[in-house]
């Protein structure tokens, strides 16, 4: 079946410093591909809307010059988390939807761990 | 109210069981219901994709869909203790560019 995957899985930085996280759909091409953020024992939020080749679409409230996204190709989206802080530490996962025969199925990545220290 | 509700549990049940996982909307215009399975620290997997109203069988799992309620169901039989993780309910709404409302999430131990 489809694969989305995403890297690192984990990954520890000191506050301040800016981290960047790879998605990719490893055999479907994706024209948007959505972020996530998930606190402990929470759902997912939406950040943002990562559209190929054009700016991204962010949810009320998110920061988008804290959360630089990019959509270089059909099957790479980017979320950068720029002069992180300790408060950004979370869970994030990222998502795409494979047009297929049946409709479109969401697949999500393996999320990645940000602890900012 | 939210827009889509689902009771967060805990659900503890034993080995064997049937475990109903529920989520209701208020939104008409939702199409397409998904449920996913989260592992604690892992992504969440897709489990089951359906768009119409009636029932969708894959194995041990059974999703149910009431759009006339706005009610959907999860089953799981003969449940393992690999079944233990969070169940996620999501949705879209047709034209909706793939923006998935989701439920809570339900936790659910299966003890042996």
């Known amino acids: 079946g489809a694969v989305v995957s995403q890297h690192p899985s984990r990954v520890i930085c000191k506050s301040g410093t800016s981290v960047k996280i790879e998605c990719r759909s490893l055999?479907?091409?994706?024209?948007?591909m959505f972020w996530y953020r998930q606190f402990p024992k929470q759902s997912l939020m939406l950040m943002a809307t990562?559209?190929?080749?054009?700016?991204?679409?962010?949810e009320q409230g998110v920061e988008k010059d804290k959360f630089l996204i990019n959509h270089a190709s059909l099957t790479l989206s980017t979320l950068t988390v720029t002069s992180a802080h300790p408060e950004d530490s979370s869970f994030y996962i990222c998502?795409?939807?494979?047009?297929?025969?049946?409709?479109?199925?969401?697949?999500f990545g393996e999320g990645s761990w940000l602890t900012v220290v | 109210q939210k827009e889509v509700e689902q009771d967060p549990g805990p659900l503890s049940v034993p080995e064997g069981a049937i475990v109903s996982l529920n989520c209701t909307y208020s939104?008409?215009?939702?199409?397409?219901f998904m449920w996913y399975r989260q592992y604690s620290r892992k992504g969440p997997e897709l489990l089951m994709y359906?768009?119409?109203?009636g029932n969708k069988e894959d194995g041990r799992f059974t999703a149910q869909v009431d759009k006339s309620s706005k009610y959907i169901s999860l089953f799981i039989r003969d449940s393992q203790p690999s079944d233990s993780a969070t169940y996620l309910c999501?949705?879209?709404?047709?034209?909706?560019?793939?923006?998935?409302?989701f439920g809570t999430g339900t936790q659910l131990k299966v003890e042996l």
């Open positions: 998502s795409a939807p494979d047009r297929g025969l049946s409709g479109n199925t969401i697949y």
């Open positions: 939104n008409s215009a939702f199409q397409y």
């Open positions: 055999d479907f091409q994706a024209t948007t």
């Open positions: 999501a949705m879209t709404l047709t034209g909706g560019g793939n923006k998935l409302t």
């Open positions: 359906t768009y119409s109203s």
């Open positions: 990562s559209n190929e080749g054009s700016k991204a679409t962010y």
